[in-house]
């Protein structure tokens, strides 16, 4: 199935605003996970009644994700369907769209073996033999993982699924604990050598050849499942060295997300407006596809929505940091899928109101309208605090609908998400990605996230950035290389397109020295230095070519990423590493030389924690969003200059805000091809209509 498939397939209400509340846990795994309350009973038969329902349609929520099936076996769980079914039907009465969890990826061993002893040995084995367990984390040893090689897994949960749709009522399956860890059993062993072996045939001489160039000899057969030790897991490493640790990777990545297909394709062919979701546990800062066998972007394929359970709450940090969803929701744009996050107040307490509005409208922006998990149903039939800023600013949402919902964004750059830089090099390639992402975002530049798979048409763009892409496949070179033939500009960071899909080196060995840490000191403003010539000589270019490449030898920062081998945790290169490097001044200069000084959106001070967004509506109004990350410091006057593309003359501005009830119009000066105007007092948001005619 293709994207352009789902984009067919993908319903019309996830392009609204979505605010939706969740309550997925069933009784029995309150009791057995965590402490429950005494009178937990009468209260589980309350989340279920008329009241709750009315109480979410009074929060204005219009979709829930109910529990359905937690893994402690599905006969066992049949009468907490049956309470999620009936209540179901109470939220179709009320237009309120009906989302079931599934578990996809744990069991309840204490009650599922009964049910099902057959899967007692089909379970995710570890490197000693034991079962691996949901969570180390959360010490979980009364729930284990199974292994995606079975496919009597997945046909369960299929069956499961299909229950869900046919008899529950369910209108947005959300799979939950979706992940292939590590395993070691004989299955897997048998599955990676057939893997190994269609992947790299030996049939003819010149795939022996090919065979003997990627593990240096031909026996994959004796090949062994890679694996660490007692004391330090494999998952540990920070990156991908070798090729048979890559391939395994790929082939955990690929055994799951062919299982999340397959029960994607089912439950689309059974009901086509489906929305199917799944929680990859991603964006977090743990290297996913090999501690969990998640590669997102071939899950995004089988979802509508991509659920993210990280603790990015927007935010401006003690320390000056800028903390906060939106690059996720960048990569959710690429990927065509919707972003759940979990909103301050629905699994963690509020820091302020003022916080509240900002994530829920971070949301509205950069997810365009769908903002996730805005309230734990049960809490309100407790009633919200009066201070609680979430119903205000839901309203307000709803109220500009148009200007969030089903909006494109207007964008000067591509920004490169390489998967293979992200597999091969994860820490060196990551961290630059955070840090790039930090200096277009808070130096205004207006960008969209591409992934490697998207570099045939980048034609709206005239800039691509490349963020330590170290890894970049000699077919993908290729289109960077017709991107600036066509006139593109590329800023090249750090080591950026050196390897190929495998990470080998493209550098000459007699010229590998350049690219060692003896000539850091190379001046960026001036962009002569010779590492630019290697970068222009591995893309092929001619000499007026060469001068759209603009090379950034090294972003530096102030956390060192220290792969300290006493940690036996897997390494997090969460949003602690969230910062601007100490030379992104430089790097912006750069990055505005390469839109040849005409920057979209330009604002003063820069940097800034004022993150602009443009859009378009689906109407063709223009919309230049402006949100304040620093909540707790208003900004007293904000100078704006607007570069409008397509030569748009402006007729009006006016604008709205959090604060007021109307929209009012703004006064601005023209100038040749922009315009400017000053903004004043802005506290959380100010969204700009910007009225043009051609
Ligand atoms: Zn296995």
Partial sequence: MSTSDKTRLKPQWLNEIVVMAGNWEPLEHRRRAIANCIDDEKRYLREHSEEMAEKLTKASVNAVIWHYYKGHGPKRESNDMKLSTEFGKLCHAKGIKFGTYINFGSVHIETFFEEHPEFKNLVAIDPTGQPQLYSEYFRCYYRQRPCMSRPEFTDLIIKITLKAIKEGGSEWIHFDNVAQVPCYCDNCKKLFREFLDKKYPTGTDAEKQKVMARFGHLNLNNIELPRGSARLGVDTMPS????????????????????????????????PDMVIGANPSFDFGEFTP????????????????????????????DDSRLIGHLFTFKLGRALNVS?????????????????????????AIFNRGFLGHVYHAPDLLDGLDVNDSRPTTVKFIKKYSQFFADTQSISEIALLRSHHSLTNQWNRA?????????????????????????????????TLVLPNTISIPDAQLAKIRNFIRKGGNVVAIEESMTCNEWGRTRIPADRARLFGDSDLAVGLNGNHCTRKDLV????????????????????????????????TWVPIIGNSY???????????????????????????????????????????QIILHLLNYDVNKSVSTLEIRLHIPNSRKIKTLSSF???????????????????????????VYQGIIIDTTK
């Fill in 240 to 271: 991908l060295h070798e090729p048979v640790l890559q391939e395994w990777v790929d082939f955990r990545c690929k055994l799951l997300s062919d299982a999340v297909q397959k029960a994607y394709q089912i439950a689309k062919e059974t009901k």
């Fill in 578 to 620: 969230f910062q601007l490097p100490t030379n992104a001044n430089d790097i912006s200069h750069l990055i505005k030389a390469s839109l040849k000084d005409r920057q979209m959106v330009e604002i003063k001070p820069s940097p800034s924690f004022v993150i602009p967004q443009l859009v378009m509506s689906k109407s063709g």
């Fill in 339 to 363: 972003i759940p996050v979990h909103q301050p107040g629905a699994t963690q307490p509020q820091t302020s109101p003022e916080h509240t509005m900002l994530s829920l409208v971070e949301a």
């Fill in 430 to 462: 990551l961290i630059c990605k955070i840090l790039t992402e930090q200096t277009l975002a808070q130096y205004g530049f207006q960008f969209d996230v591409v992934l490697e798979s998207q570099l045939d048409d980048l034609s709206k763009y005239k």
């Fill in 536 to 567: 222009c000589e591995i893309l092929g270019l001619n000499s007026i070519e060469t001068e759209r490449i603009f090379y950034i030898p090294k972003l530096f920062h102030k956390i060192t990423f220290n792969n300290n081998f006493a940690n």
């Fill in 290 to 317: 090999l501690v969990w066998g998640t590669d997102v972007e071939r899950l995004a394929i089988s979802a509508d929505t991509l659920f993210n359970e990280d603790v990015s709450f927007p935010r401006v940090t």
């Fill in 657 to 683: 805000r959090l604060e007021d009830q109307r929209i009012t119009e703004l006064n601005f000066t023209e100038e040749p091809n922009k315009i400017s105007f000053e903004i004043n007092n802005l506290n």
